[in-house]
């Protein structure tokens, strides 16, 4: 009986915790151990324990200059990964249609300003051209595309975003042609240059385009979330993600709404394609970074704003951190498919994501 | 908002008369022939068994669905194919039958969302939401308290309403539809899955909606007890046709009534 007792007085912890526990009391013994085989001189260079779980640390701490170089370039490149995926959880959310051409609408928003100041209109009557495209895209996808194929699965709206990819690189290309084009950051007053920062007995070089990246994303970031929860239209494109038979009852017009949401994402990929232009250049070959935003909205779950942006920095630093540490180990190259592993796994283990939206089911 | 020409509806006036309406899904008749109206001020039931046609007729009038034959008038305006948020617009809200909330939001923004149309400071003040947006949103918050009061649901504003339980989901749709302040309120099985508790106290906000607000109410109910309580006036559809069209309790005594809901004997 006293045994009893106790045994349901003890059960203490939850079994998460206990998970975490055990996970760090692993972590912990992992380290020891490797800690006192180096020391001991049983493993070293060549040894490929050490190279994967020793030498990489070593050199972390060894060169934190280098360490601090490596995450402002991750934390740089996941911003701007972040400000993609933004791009097609907008979409996602009010219409669950996952737009393909998000990618593509990075590189016509940036072509087309690119290509409008070739043609001799001043940068920031160019710069207010471009949105207007952007706009006049939104109305008419809505119009041509999205109506039509009202009530259609989704797969359908999907192939139809297909299209429109096809449909945009032809345009883009007809209008401005296919050479990749310099970013005309000088004419939009974009910083130029870097600083050097002694740190850590070392120099840390920030380009200042990429403090303007960071900073211009988080400012947008933060507008759209206000915008998303304290106003009329933020509030009625989540109804309309919530239910759109409900939505319609309350006289949301789903047209409205669509046009409102296809707008937004497309300024976010003329601000993705201006900042991704100015550290490249601007070419068709930048859709492939949209393709990037997979793995982010894998990691952050596809109707999350808060999703992208961490699902970003996440990919972003995880892919430049590997890349420099554990990269040479398999001849380098590895930032490429890396984002696509850790999203393998989370699929495996945690498919809604980090912050995707459980379905609250009442049965 | 409304039209300078459109004409004063007083009390007892047709607020919305349905003619000659049908409704064919491929072959399927889900409405044949129905004529009917709603007076401005009165609670008009739709009864009938399952199947009969009620929640088509109702979808019909907010434009879910265009009648395939037939015309409905609101406010004396002829409308053949009104969208939903037209509807809304001229004054249309609704209830669903199986409750259709924004189950993310809480109940405040779900019930705030049901003032969208009364909100129409543009998109630029909504995007800085500063100035007259934002004095808006502050002015429309009232009324939205005001509507929480009224329904008793305070308890649970800042609630996701995924979460609540079925009865006050019900309220906080309610509440959503009063939002509008609408001339026309449409609930489709407002007191369906409820306990007897809650039968009384959605009956008693029915009818204080109709008589402080004067808003004119159609519902579609099964509880019969219910119907003929709170109804003025009742309409009985079966397999899509009208069988009959009276008050309460001459329909209690109609003998195709009878038979529509308990058959007759062979």
């Keep these: ?363 | 908002m409304r039209a300078p020409d459109s004409p004063v509806i007083t009390k007892g006036d047709v607020l919305l008369a349905v003619e000659n309406v049908s409704l064919r899904f491929g072959g399927v008749k889900a409405l044949s022939d129905v004529s009917f109206d709603i007076r401005k001020g009165e609670i008009r039931a739709i009864i009938g068994p399952n199947g009969a046609g009620k929640t088509s007729m109702l979808n019909c009038i907010n434009g879910f669905y265009h009648p395939t034959d037939g015309s409905i008038t609101f406010k004396g305006e002829r409308r053949p194919k009104m969208r939903p948020h037209v509807a809304a617009r001229g004054g249309i809200a609704r209830t669903f039958q199986n409750v259709a909330l924004f189950k993310g939001m809480t109940t405040l923004d779900n019930i705030m969302a049901g003032r969208s149309l009364k909100m129409r400071k543009g998109f630029f003040w909504q995007v800085l939401r500063h100035g007259p947006a934002l004095r808006e949103e502050i002015e429309h918050r009232r009324v939205v308290e005001d509507i929480i009061d009224f329904l008793e649901i305070q308890a649970i504003r800042k609630v996701p309403v995924g979460k609540l339980a079925y009865g006050l989901q019900k309220r906080v749709e309610l509440g959503r539809a009063l939002a509008m302040e609408p001339e026309l309120l449409l609930l489709d099985e407002p007191m369906a899955g409820m306990n007897l508790e809650e039968k009384e106290d959605m009956s008693r906000f029915v009818l204080d909606v109709n008589q402080q607000f004067g808003t004119t109410i159609a519902l579609i109910e099964h509880d019969m007890g219910v119907v003929m309580d709170l109804s003025d006036r009742v309409v009985v559809l079966e397999y899509g046709r009208k069988i009959a069209d009276a008050k309460p309790d001459e329909v209690k005594r109609d003998e195709r009534v009878i038979a529509a809901y308990l058959g007759v004997p062979h």
Aim: net charge neutral.
């Design chain 1, 1 to 363: 009986m006293a045994s009893e007792a106790a045994a349901i007085r003890k059960p203490g912890l939850d079994p998460r915790a206990m998970t975490w526990l055990l996970a760090l009391l692993g972590l912990a013994a992992l380290v020891a151990v490797l800690t006192l085989a180096t020391r001991t001189g049983v493993i070293g260079r060549g040894n490929l324990i050490y190279d994967v779980l020793v030498d990489p640390f070593v050199l972390m701490v060894q060169s934190p200059d280098l360490l601090v170089q490596t995450l402002w370039e991750g934390l740089v490149s996941g911003v701007l990964y972040a400000l993609i995926a933004l791009g097609f959880v907008l979409i996602f959310k009010a219409s669950g249609v996952f737009n393909f051409a998000q990618g593509i609408m990075v590189v016509f928003a940036a072509l087309t300003l690119v290509g409008l100041h070739e043609k001799g209109v001043p940068a920031f009557l160019a710069l207010i051209l471009a949105i207007g495209v952007m706009f006049v895209l939104a109305f008419a996808v809505e119009r041509i595309v999205l109506k039509p194929l009202v009530n259609q699965p989704d797969i359908i709206l999907f192939m139809a975003t297909f299209g429109l990819t096809y449909f945009l690189i032809g345009l883009g290309e007809l209008i401005f042609g296919g050479n990749p084009k310099q970013m005309i950051s000088r004419e939009l007053y974009l910083p130029q240059g870097s600083t050097d920062l002694q740190m850590f007995g070392g120099l840390v070089r920030l380009q200042h385009i990429d403090i303007a990246a960071a900073v211009i994303a988080s400012l947008m970031i933060a507008a759209l979330a206000v915008f998303f929860s304290k106003t009329r239209i933020g509030r009625a494109l989540r109804a309309v993600a919530d239910s759109h038979k409900a939505a319609l009852s309350v006289g949301i017009s789903l047209d409205q709404i669509w046009v409102i949401v296809w707008f937004t994402a497309g300024i976010v990929a003329l601000v993705t394609g201006i900042m991704w232009g100015a550290r490249s250049d601007v070419s068709f070959a930048l859709q492939i970074i949209a393709l990037k935003a997979l793995p982010v909205l894998i990691l952050g779950g596809f109707t999350s704003i808060p999703g992208a942006i961490v699902g970003g920095l996440i990919i972003g630093v995880g892919e430049k951190v590997g890349e420099f540490y554990w990269g040479p180990l398999l001849g380098g190259g590895i930032e490429t498919w890396l984002a696509y592993m850790i999203a393998l796994l989370f699929l495996l283990y945690r498919p809604q994501g980090l912050f995707g939206e459980r379905i609250i089911e009442r049965v």
